[in-house]
């Protein structure tokens, strides 16, 4: 054997050796048969799977007649959605109404040859595949929208190779089928954009709080950015990483032609607001209406009970946007009002702060994520830890990177007494306290979540449409409509109905009536003493009716009541839709010791409004189906219908005269200053030792009514009002809805109505013919009649105790 040869002689014990050249040759030749002969056989298999897998295949029916799961949708009445409710949320766009730069930025994002692919992107696989071979580990997919259409709209996310198979027969048949444009219309309004948002215009309002077609490009991107993931990308979950995100389809965008550098460079420039109201069901709404669209929900499913989450039902409420974001805002104010006019009580919890950790930004942001996470934000109160405290400035750390100094005098002094060091420890500012920041026009100042809470409602008097209604300051931390559902004392703002009575018995505006106090004896009450208290414990001679009623006179009221009769007064309060029940026949029911809601309040309110005719509150105009359909329309009673009259309308002309009287030189003469306005009538009240403040007021368009109290009933303080507490309230409403409604001149008296000395006089009641005088003896002269023990229950004094009295339960009276 040659030992420079390049093979054996016996190729029975040693295999022949080739060149090197030919060995890899003939390797190479034999792999591509081989290859080819699999990629044969593949193609049959193919053609096979083919051939039995597409008669299976579903109709696209599901795509060219989309009809999702369409939820119920709250809108005011000029129709700005107010509520959401429902397992999916969906807002279906045609192409033409999807803006450009939705589009650009999806496509940027997801699939940026789309429109030159026919439903799998060859040079994308062939990228990927490359990527993820280098990195050793799956970074990027291959997925094209029309395969994210298959997927989503056919099969489930199991990860399969059947299910993919599937998928890509489905993705050619839909391309096969489809227009491009209707593709990526059904992406776009289709795709899953985490928070139960079911495609863009969706997400749109659940993130930002705004219509589609409102989004800038910075906005776009980071909706586009969400499908990636949208558990971990979507900027509720986790807004800094759907910003990294967000700027990675901005340069996407840019490179590919979609952004000028000057329009990237603004995009990137632009801070993201998320305007998502934690627990709405699509978040970030316009308008906060909660209270109204809950109300609507319960209607709904009471009326539609059936799939009511599912049809695609739209309900028209009869409230205005503008004027509901007035009555929300105004309310939230007046609440705030109270809370800076209270004794700071001191932070929410002290905590242990490490020195020196405010130099490590990661460990303090750590260290505030867990203290938030205790105590988190509340609506426009935003959680933070002081780090220092002192008379001159306080300040408060929310991250490492947004720390607030307060320096501002009138900020300062709200929390003066807890700057003391001599102030106790539950009620000292110091570092570690937790407390709450709330956003002022000048800065930031320290408020506790406010306990009191309120309530508004304003409706038309002319057929019952409710047009705001806040049930509360919070809606999120606790849904508890008092509007509705809260049965409080009325207080003085009751007093009015007492004197519409009294007219009909005989009595005038002009009538003298004695405001001494007096007290009802133990045999007279049946159990025990009684002595009513005017508010302010102050007293006159003898007043007419309509000082007494300006003034809001408790003694006046009383001897009102003891004159037309308790029985009587019961029986006719009934007319303005109280109920009887609420209302014992008893002298306290002159000072509104029974119970009323705001909203029945303002139904008989409305009666004074309208001229004396009874109408029905209602919430919802109409409701239609998903096809716009109106499957319900409402028919309100409309004031002016005689058979709707509950009340004299000669009645209702003087008492109204009288509470436009009070509102030019009465407790109520605030309200006519502010607005400005001649047409305004109202009455306050406020009951014993100021557990409830409220303000009635109306002109011939509107009326509204204010409240505010704790749930558990406690004193607002000895110096609020209904003034003061409510009033603000209603006025603040007024100021914006008013701006709708010109001023009304006063319509002539009615037919039986006597005009006597700038008086007002039923023509069978006329000046000189009535009860002129009711003094410490009772009218004209008389011995008044004692109040014996009256029926019902065993005595008024055991009425009075029911009412939780002990000496002199009814004093306070404005």
Request: contains cysteine.
């Amino acid at each position: 054997m040659n030992k420079y040869s390049d093979s054996y002689d016996d190729e029975d014990d040693q295999p022949q050796k080739k060149s090197g050249g030919s060995f890899i040759i003939n390797f190479l030749l034999k792999l591509s048969i081989l290859g080819l002969g699999l990629a044969l056989c593949g193609v049959l298999l193919a053609a096979m799977a083919l051939s039995l897998a597409w008669p299976n295949l579903p109709e696209l029916t599901a795509m060219t007649d989309y009809r999702p799961r369409v939820p119920l949708r709250i809108y005011s009445a000029d129709k700005v959605m107010i509520g959401e409710f429902g397992e999916e949320r969906r807002n279906v766009l045609h192409f033409a109404e999807i803006p450009d730069v939705m589009k650009a930025a999806v496509l940027s994002a997801e699939d940026d040859r789309f429109y030159q692919h026919g439903g799998i992107d060859w040079a994308g696989v062939l990228r990927a595949g490359l990527t993820n071979l280098m990195s050793m580990q799956k970074t990027q997919g291959a997925s094209t929208i029309t395969m994210q259409v298959a997927r989503n709209f056919y099969l489930s996310s199991e990860k399969t190779y059947s299910r993919k198979f599937y998928e890509l027969l489905l993705t050619f048949k839909i391309e096969a089928s489809l227009t491009k444009d209707q593709i990526l219309e059904l992406y776009l309004n289709q795709i899953y954009l985490g928070n139960r948002a079911y495609g863009f215009a969706a997400a749109s309002r659940a993130y930002l709080g705004k219509n589609l077609a409102d989004v800038t490009p910075a906005e776009a991107a980071l909706l586009a950015g969400i499908p990636k993931a949208p558990s971990r990308f979507n900027p509720i979950a986790n807004k800094p990483r759907a910003v990294i995100r967000q700027r990675y389809v901005l340069g996407r965008m840019h490179n590919l032609g979609y952004l000028t550098d000057t329009e990237y460079k603004t995009a990137l420039d632009q801070p993201i607001v998320v305007k998502s109201a934690e627990g709405t069901p699509a978040g970030g709404y316009a308008v906060h209406a909660e209270y109204i669209a809950e109300l609507a929900r319960q209607l709904m499913v009471s009326s539609y009970p059936d799939n009511v989450y599912s049809r695609g039902l739209n309900v028209y409420t009869t409230i205005v946007a503008k004027d509901q974001e007035a009555a929300y805002e105004s309310l939230r104010e007046g609440v705030i009002d109270y809370t800076r006019r209270a004794p700071y009580p001191g932070p929410e919890d002290t905590v242990e702060v490490p020195p020196g950790i405010e130099n490590n930004p990661a460990k303090f942001d750590e260290f505030l994520d867990g203290v938030l996470e205790k105590h988190p934000d509340r609506t426009d109160m935003l959680t933070g830890v002081v780090l220092s405290a002192k008379p001159e400035e306080v300040r408060v750390a929310r991250s490492s990177s947004d720390i607030v100094s307060i320096k501002d005098k009138k900020a300062l002094g709200i929390i003066q007494r807890a700057l003391n060091p001599r102030a106790a420890a539950d009620q000292r500012l110091q570092r570690g306290s937790v407390v709450h920041l709330h956003k002022t026009v000048d800065g930031f100042e320290i408020l506790n979540p406010p306990t009191v809470q309120a309530a508004f409602i304003a409706m038309t008097p002319q057929d019952g449409a409710i047009r705001a209604m806040v049930g509360g300051f919070d809606f999120y931390h606790g849904n508890f409509n008092r509007v509705t559902q809260a049965w409080r004392q009325p207080g003085s703002s009751f007093k009015p109905f007492i004197y519409s009575a009294s007219i009909e018995k005989g009595l005038t505006p002009m009538t003298l009536i004695s405001d001494q106090p007096f007290e009802l004896s133990a045999a007279q009450t049946g159990s025990k003493p009684w002595s009513p208290k005017n508010y302010g414990n102050q007293y006159e001679d003898m007043l007419t009716m309509r000082d007494a009623l300006a003034k809001s006179k408790n003694m006046v009221s009383i001897r009102i009541l003891q004159l037309i009769g308790p029985q009587y007064a019961q029986e006719y309060v009934t007319r303005f839709g109280f109920d009887k029940s609420r209302h014992p026949a008893y002298l306290p029911m002159a000072l509104g010791a029974g119970e009323v809601t705001p909203l029945q309040l303002a139904s008989a309110y409305s009666v004074f409004a309208n001229g004396g005719y009874r109408i029905t509150p209602y919430l919802i105009d109409r409701v239609t189906d998903a096809n716009g359909q109106v499957l319900m329309q409402a028919k309100p009673v409309i004031a002016g219908d005689s058979a709707n009259r509950t009340v004299d309308g000669r009645t209702i002309y003087i008492i109204d005269d009288l509470l436009r009287n009070n509102a030019t030189v009465g407790t109520a003469a605030k309200a006519r200053q502010i607005l400005k306005r001649n047409d305004i009538s109202g009455k306050t009240g406020t009951t014993n030792e100021s557990f409830d403040a409220w303000f009635a007021g109306y002109m011939p368009q509107l009326v509204g009514i204010a409240w505010m109290g704790f749930d558990k009933p406690k004193s607002l303080g000895s110096g609020e009002t209904g003034g003061g507490a409510a009033l603000p309230i209603w006025a603040g409403y007024m100021m914006s809805a008013l701006k709708n409604y010109p001023e009304v001149p006063r319509a002539p008296a009615p037919d039986g109505v006597i005009a006597e000395g700038g008086n007002l006089y039923l023509r069978e009641f006329p000046p000189g013919q009535t009860v002129t005088r009711v003094g410490l003896d009772g009218p004209q002269g008389q011995i008044g009649v004692p109040m014996p023990p009256v029926s019902g229950q065993d005595s008024l004094g055991d009425f009075l105790n029911n009412l939780g009295s002990s000496n002199s339960p009814y004093r306070a009276g404005q």
